[in-house]
């Protein structure tokens, strides 16, 4: 843990060194919190849902992925951190995909912070725009926006998802469907964490979780990758 508060991810250089009280995964849909039982840290990774791509026999773009934010946050004896994370986007047949939900902290000041899910992929006539990425908004330390899908493109000149720096490796493009978006991350600063690779073109695969979309297909897509929020809990010791 010495990285996570020593690094401190916006650069921030710590007095004492972290002590691991516990750690909260939350890795599908759903919602926890954290209640401190004393003055401890609460280092929150975050990464919004990737969403699906489109399913269509002429041209499908690949979904987009999740954003990725960081917050250190000081908690006092009492105090309520609480997340929710949603759903990533579905898959479908002969249609467009779907947007996923939002990864979503409320702080026990009552400020929200999100790390976006990424937006569907279309199919249609050609040239088909891959879904857009997640968003973060709110007081993040450090926040990443997700990748957008491959492009679905007639004559097999569909395109990859995007490759957000830090984050997963967007799916190839194969014949008119484009790929799944690699989800944002924190790769490059923080090797432990992950980050979900997006699903190529026409495969049928789901994307990697957390956080990346799922390709398009001419048939039926599969969902993009789940989300995750991820809470380290920290005192500080001398």
Not at 111 to 133: F, N, W
Not at 162 to 191: C, H, I, K, R, T
Not at 229 to 234: H, K
Request: proline share 5%; aromatic share 4%; with cysteine.
């Amino acid at each position: 843990l010495r990285g996570f508060v020593g690094q401190g991810m916006p650069g921030r250089k710590p007095q004492h060194l972290p002590s691991l009280i516990t750690t909260k995964d939350t890795t599908s849909a759903g919602s926890d919190s954290y209640v401190a039982t004393g003055l401890c840290y609460a280092l929150i990774y975050a990464t919004g849902p990737g969403a699906s791509g489109a399913g269509n026999a002429t041209t499908a773009s690949g979904g987009g992925s999740g954003a990725a934010g960081y917050k250190r946050v000081r908690l006092s004896p009492g105090q309520t951190l609480a997340w929710t994370l949603g759903s990533p986007g579905a898959g479908v047949t002969g249609a467009d995909g779907n947007d996923a939900g939002d990864a979503t902290i409320r702080l026990p000041t009552g400020l929200v912070l999100v790390a976006g899910g990424g937006k569907k992929g279309i199919g249609g006539a050609s040239p088909k725009a891959g879904g857009l990425g997640g968003v973060c908004s709110g007081p993040w330390d450090l926040a990443r926006n997700g990748g957008k899908g491959g492009d679905g493109i007639t004559g097999s000149a569909a395109t990859a998802g995007e490759s957000p720096a830090g984050g997963g490796a967007g799916g190839a493009g194969a014949g008119n469907s484009g790929g799944g978006a690699g989800a944002a991350g924190f790769l490059d600063l923080l090797p432990i964490l992950t980050a979900g690779a997006g699903s190529a073109g026409n495969s049928g695969s789901a994307g990697g979780a957390p956080g990346a979309g799922s390709g398009g297909i001419t048939t039926t897509s599969a969902a993009g990758g789940q989300g995750r929020v991820l809470v380290f809990i920290v005192k500080v010791t001398g």
